[in-house]
């Protein structure tokens, strides 16, 4: 069935290091992936998105890479800062309306 | 602040009570969704509608009930629920449904005794 895997469920690092969290998606016929940012007791918030006609997007520290033989994409973000901390949930759309989201990764980053 | 408001924020019930969630958007969408959120689980998508018309129902139980009355509000309609249906329930609204991006609504912190 659809499913989205996301890894790793936590990740730590230092402030100023990169952080790379993964998904893989199950459905070939997806074609939006968008990348979803929620801080402790906030609502989700969309932070960048890719196309399945674009294999790589970037918007200042933040980037996102396709692979859509291997059905995988990843979020890098660099330089990261403290207010970075939050967590993290990819998605990839099935059809017109249906997002399948990831587990989330709760990224921490060390001051 | 992103155009998308709930009510109440929080709410207990018992499994006996009949209660209703609202949603509001004033972004000129024409999609609304409802999502669970629990605890170490994804975000699950419940109920899509589209120009008012469900078109996505997600094999969610008939004790919930959502409605859509116009392209502005949404309703999710809840009677005996059960315990484990306590989780964060989220709205979100977007342009066109599904390729655009989902703006959220705070959320309803629904607690179920």
């Known amino acids: 069935g659809e499913n989205v895997e996301q890894h790793p469920s936590t990740l730590s690092v230092q402030e100023g290091d990169s952080a790379v969290i993964k998904c893989t998606y199950s459905?070939?016929?997806?074609?939006?992936f968008p990348w979803y940012k929620q801080e402790l007791g906030k609502r989700p918030q969309l932070i960048i998105d890719i196309r399945s006609n674009v294999g790589e997007k970037k918007d200042q520290r933040i980037a996102v890479t396709l692979n859509k033989t291997a059905k995988h994409f990843s979020l890098h973000i660099t330089e990261t800062q403290p207010e970075d901390s939050a967590v993290y949930f990819c998605?990839?759309?099935?059809?017109?309306?249906?997002?399948?989201f990831g587990s989330g990764t709760r990224l921490l980053v060390r001051p | 602040e992103t155009g998308v408001t709930q009510t109440p924020r929080h709410l207990v019930m018992g499994m006996t009570n009949k209660k209703s969630l609202k949603c509001e958007q004033h972004l000129g969408h024409n999609a609304m969704y409802w999502y669970k959120q629990s605890a170490k689980k994804p975000l699950e998508l419940m109920f899509v509608y589209s120009l008012e018309e469900r078109v996505e129902n997600n094999s969610v139980p008939s004790r919930f009930s959502p409605e859509c009355p116009n392209s502005s509000h949404l309703f999710l309609h809840l009677h005996t629920l059960q315990p484990e249906d306590s989780a964060l329930y989220l709205c979100?609204?977007?342009?066109?449904?599904?390729?655009?991006?989902?703006?959220f609504g705070p959320g309803t912190r629904l607690t179920v005794l």
């Open positions: 979100a609204s977007s342009g066109v449904a599904g390729f655009n991006e989902q703006f």
């Open positions: 998605a990839a759309i099935r059809g017109s309306y249906k997002l399948i």
């Open positions: 459905d070939s016929a997806s074609n939006y």
